[in-house]
Structures are given as C-alpha cells and as structure tokens.
C-alpha cells in the first residue's frame, strides 16, 4: 500500500527559517513538485536556546490585536507549529486563530514565501490566511495546505490496476465539506509531470498560486481550495519535464464552457429523477427478443430556431418535440450521435475532448438528464454515440497531457489515425482502459443512458487499419490483430452488462471479425448488437440501380443472406450514406419523382420485414433532395408536399406495424 507524505506532521527542521533556497526559489517560479512539504502546518519540537535565539531575532511576532509573549515565557515552551503560506503577490500575510488572535507572519525571502511560529500550539489547528496585496486589498481564506489528501490509497491501488469503474469519483473536481470547511477537491493524473496547479479566475489563472499535493507512485495530483462555488471555471496547468507549461481541461470534468472557450466548469447535479418505473424495468428485459427501431439523431441539426439567427435548441426544448416525432413513426429509441463535449462541431461529435461533459452547446448537465428523463416518462430509450477509438489533438485535451504520450501511444505507427487526423488510445495502460470503461459506465450510471453505440470498431481491432505495408506495428504474435484493443472491449462489455444488465451495447464494425456481438465467455467480444454495415452498402448499391437491371443483380441481396445469424445485427440506414456527395436516400433512388418515391417506401419496407433491428437517420421521413448537412435545420417545410405526406403516412403505418407484429422481431437473434 502506498503511504502519503502527511504535511500536517510533517516534522520540520529545529531551526524555524530552514526553507532552503533552491525550494523556494521553485516555489516561487512554480517548479516545487511536493508543495505540501513547505507549506501548510506543521509540527516542530525546538530547544530552549533556538526559541530564544528566534525571538531575540524578532522574527516572527504575535501583532498587537493578539497576547504578547515574552522571551522568557517563550523559553519555557519547547513546542509548537509553524505555519508557512505562498502568494507571489501578496504584500502581508497574517495567521489567524479562531478566537480573534492573528500572527503577523514573516516574509523568507521576496519571493512571495510566509511563515510564523504558534507556541503551545498543537494539531490540528484551525486557522485562516488573510493576505493582503497592492492597493490596500485583502483576502482571507482557509489554507489549501492544511488539509489531508481527499483521495484515498484502495482507491488509487484500484486504479492502478484499472479496475477503479466509479473512477468519476475519485478524479475530477468534487464538492467536499472538510472540517466544516466547503470548497472543491480537485484531483488529476499526470504522472510525468514536474508540477500541477489548479488555475482559474480565483488566482487569476497564475499557476504558482496552487501548486497540487503529488501522492506518490499513483501519479495523482490532489488540493482541496476552500470557498470555491458551482460554476467555477478552472483547467490545470501541467509543467512538464522539458520545461514547458501547459494548460489542459479537466479529463473528468462534468462540464465545460461553451466552444470555443474550453475551461471546465465546476457542476453539481440537483437533478430529481422521474423514472423509477422505466428503471425497473430496464434491467429485466433483453432488448434481442423485443421490437427495436432506432431513430439517429444530430441534435444540432434536427432543428434549430430561425427567429434567433437559427440557434441550437436546447436540451429541454428539443426533448418534447422530439419524443412526440419519434412515438408518431414507431420509434423505440432514440440514437444521439456524439454530445460528449467537442470543439470542432464539424466533426458530429466524433472527436471529443470531454468524455464525461455532456457539450454546453445544448444547455448543462442538468438539462441532458431531463432529457433523458423525459424520453423514459414516455416509453422512449436513449443509446448515445461513444468514441472510445480516438481523440482529436487539440493543446487543450488530452494530447501530450503531462508532456508525453500519456493517452496515447508514444510511436506515431499506432499513436495517429491516418484518416481522421486524432489519436489513438493506448489500450495496454491499465489507467487508460480504466478511463474509458469507466466513462461507459457514467453515461449509464448518472445519465440513465440505455445503451452505446461504440464508433469505429474496426479500427482499433487492426493494427493496419487504413495503414501503408510499412506504417504499421505487428502484434507480440506478428499479427494485425490489436490484441490490447480486444481485451479492452471485452472487459468494456463484461463490466458493462453486469454492473447494467438490460442496457445494450452496440458496434460499428465492418469487417469479418467472428463473434463480435457473441458472449466473451464463447471467445466473442461481447456486444449485445452489430450495426450490420455490408447490408446497407450492398442493398444501397442494390436499389441504386434500374429496376429493369436489378435481376441480373440478386447477389446484391443473397449475400447478406449467407451470414443472417452469425451476429445480432442492427439494419442501419445511417447519416454516413447520406454525406460527403453519396446524395441523400430519395436521390439514391432511380426514376422520376413518383418512382423515386416508390423505391424509397420499397427500401424501408424490405428493411422492416428483414431479420434485425432497425436503425433510420433522421431526415429519412421528410425524404430530402439534399444531403446532410450538420450546420443547418433538416428541411421541415419539404413535408407539406404531397408525395412527403404520403411517405410519412406509410411511415407511421410501417412503424405501427413492426411494433405490433411479432414475427418482424421475435427471431431476429
């Protein structure tokens, strides 16, 4: 077990001014690895001689609002605490006891460094720091380094082994009441760091104000800032090995500003939750022997505000409108594509630099969970988008967190994805996989969140994948299996299905790979579905061409006939076919207008009536001419046309019939 270096008795040197100058001058240029070691308080045993040679000196001195003491009266105590506090800016600091007394403390050196000495003064001692700067302003607060670490050893043990999976309650930033004291703890892993600081608009984002308390071999950073309020903007500022410094998010934030700013926001949930009857349930049901028809959804495209210069609608307003359009079509679920927080909205999502921050684009954490809420109230389950694949490189993530690879790979062979341009998450760190199943469990824990959908599969299973003969790494085996990334994913669904049975998890995956929605326990990966993605290329590609021709083409339908039970298959018609010039589904289809519109009713009726459950992009109903397009309002006012109120009737009949007839689903597994 791991044993902390205690500050509070910490036993310090007989001579009370021993604060080498190589330490503070660290301290004062924010370089001190372990500032716990200086600062806060701490016991010290003196001889009679040094408390006389301290006072004789005039050094420190209680100020006159306190009792003064004596040389003599002094000599006779032999014990006591010395309290040592740091702000480069501060001017004058004071020690202050419960009580009224206060000792004015003394200046080390100028570099911003305190300290006085409390006779007949024993552990633990309560007392506030009142500092005063330029311009006669004064500030008094509790002392961060007086407090014991806010994280516990089994914890840090656990996530060593990458076995902690509430690990968002250790890391992150956390409302705590210690000592009748409330503030935030706040605690972040960088084990390669030289030193970590909280920062944020109480130090004026000034680095050297807090520097962290280091707990040892866990590479955790913790302090406890006292008053701090809900709302509070904060990220951490990480002085690498090199030398430089660093600013980065909370990898655990719950909630982050508004993109493009990218601090993270301290949150606390008073959420009140209204599903208790849909959460009992849920773990009684498998979702294979039951109707499923998922509804895709972009939440900042399926409709926006034109009055308001077509702002996003927020969590609480699209909730309602959104609900009453699914339940109209049959809809069992409803699929968000990525609201993890992203910088770059072009990217749908896909490149998160907040896993566990619902984005403020929509409104806060808060507002995601009525949503959620609500969609329950109403017989509607929720599967979120998840990208536990890659990250995107962004200064302020993830990327070279304490100065190395610390979430990624070191070598650039299976650090970068060619394609996307982001990261790829090493799978082999126990701390790392503990991140991401972690997170998979917080949307299903805090969020109610009824399943995932992990996004790209694939390309973590191949080393190769989308890689040049040479640009890529063989496994221990000289394979191109990612046998890091297999056993992530299978300890991913093992955990996920035990600790949330009922709730599903699904892969994008469009390969051959045996058994991905088969149990690990029979060698699968243990995914409740797969999106079966050969089905919609090779049926798209089917009702692509001439009616006339499409005899001479029947393969394009068989084939996927050949492996109909190797997995649970989800049939997707999803947003990647109707983006990036492949046109969208009614302009896929051959013919004038009234046969486009016949071959679209024909395609999603041959959908329904297949083995597998269902998965339509939204848009399918309105049946637009224009492809996608995330940064604009699907086009609603296409509906009122006759063709379109036509496909929305049959698409209202096609979903009350799949919901109502048992032979369409019972079997698909």
């Known amino acids: 077990m791991r044993k902390f270096h205690d500050s509070s008795t910490c036993a310090a040197s007989a001579t009370l001014l021993e604060v080498c100058a190589d330490d ?24 009679e001689q040094s408390l006389l040679d301290i006072h004789s ?19 006779l105590a032999r014990n006591g605490l010395v309290v040592r506090a740091f702000h480069p800016e501060a001017l004058r600091v004071e020690c202050c006891l419960p009580g009224g007394a206060h000792f004015e403390m003394k200046p080390l050196a100028p570099t911003g460094l305190f ?9 633990p001692l309560i007392y506030t720091l009142r500092f005063h700067f330029a311009g006669a302003s004064s500030m008094e607060t509790e002392d961060p380094y007086r407090f014991l670490p806010t994280v516990n050893e089994h914890d840090l043990d656990l996530f060593g082994e990458g076995r902690n999976y509430k690990l968002w309650k250790m890391l992150g930033a956390h409302p705590r009441r210690i000592d009748g004291v409330d503030g935030i703890a706040f605690s972040v892993w960088a084990p390669n760091a030289r030193r970590v600081s909280v920062i944020g608009d109480f130090c004026h984002w000034d680095g050297r104000v807090f520097p962290m308390r280091s707990l040892g071999a866990s590479g955790v950073f913790e302090l406890f800032l006292p008053r701090l309020t809900p709302g509070t903007l904060y990220k951490f500022e990480i002085h690498t090995q090199s030398g430089t410094l660093q600013r980065k998010a909370d990898p655990f934030a719950f909630s ?11 949150f606390v949930s008073t959420y009140e939750w209204q599903d208790t009857a849909w959460m009992q349930t849920r773990c009684t049901r498998d979702p294979l022997k039951e109707p499923l028809s998922i509804y895709e959804v972009h939440l900042g495209s399926w409709a926006r505000v034109p009055e308001d210069h077509h702002r996003f609608l927020r969590y609480r307003e699209i909730a309602p409108r959104l609900i009453a359009h699914a ?19 072009d990217s749908w999502g896909y490149q998160v630099s907040g896993y566990y921050a619902p984005t403020a684009r929509f409104g806060t954490p808060d507002d995601f969970r009525f949503f959620v809420d609500l969609c329950h109230q109403n017989g509607i389950g929720v599967i979120l988008d998840w990208v536990p694949a890659h990250f995107p490189k962004d200064d302020f993530a ?9 979430y990624e790979h070191e070598d650039p062979r299976r ?9 790829i998450f090493n799978y082999a760190r126990n701390e790392v996989r503990n991140f991401l199943i972690a997170n998979a469990l917080y949307w299903l824990e805090e969020f109610h969140v009824d399943g995932l959908r992990s996004d790209a599969v694939a390309s973590m299973l191949y080393l190769d994948y989308s890689r040049k003969e040479n640009d890529w790494i063989p496994n221990a085996m000289g394979g191109r299996e990612n046998l890091d990334a297999v056993q992530f994913l299978k300890e991913l669904n093992t955990v996920l299905h035990r600790e949330h049975p009922g709730c599903m998890s699904i892969a994008e995956e469009s390969t051959a790979w045996h058994g991905v929605s088969r149990p690990v326990w029979e060698g699968g990966l243990g995914f409740t579905l797969k999106w079966n993605m050969g089905w919609m290329h090779d049926t798209l590609h089917y009702f692509a061409r001439n009616p006339f021709h499409r005899r001479h083409h029947q393969d394009d339908l068989r084939f996927a006939m050949l492996y109909e039970y190797s997995e649970n298959f989800v049939m997707p018609l999803s947003h990647d076919e109707v983006v990036h010039g492949k046109r969208s589904l009614l302009e896929k289809m051959p013919g004038d207008l009234w046969q486009k519109f016949a071959n679209l009713r024909l395609l999603l009726s041959y959908q329904y009536t297949r083995p597998g459950k269902k998965l339509l992009f939204m ?20 509906l009122s046309t006759p063709e379109r109120v036509g496909l929305t009737r049959f698409l209202e009949d096609l979903g009350a019939l799949y919901q109502s007839a048992p032979c369409l689903w019972r079997f698909d597994h």
């Open 57 to 75: 000196q005039g050094s420190l001195h209680e100020t006159s609002h306190a009792k003064s003491t004596d040389a003599a009266s002094a000599s």
């Open 327 to 345: 339940k109209r079509f049959g809809f069992t679920h409803l699929e968000l594509m990525p609201i993890a927080e992203h910088p770059f909205t």
């Open 24 to 47: 503070q001058s660290r301290l004062s240029t924010g370089d001190l690895h372990d500032p716990h070691r200086i600062l806060g308080v701490h016991e010290i045993h003196l001889g």
């Open 619 to 638: 848009g399918t109903e309105i049946a637009s001419p224009n492809e996608w397009n995330c940064n604009q309002s699907l086009d609603w006012h296409l």
């Open 256 to 266: 982050c500003e508004e993109p493009s700013r990218t601090a993270s926001r301290f």
């Open 415 to 423: 650090a970068e994805h060619p394609d996307w341009g982001t990261l």
């Open 115 to 123: 300290a006085a000495f409390l006779p007949n003064q024993c552990l």
């Open 398 to 406: 993830l990327r070279q967190f304490d100065g190395t690879a610390l």
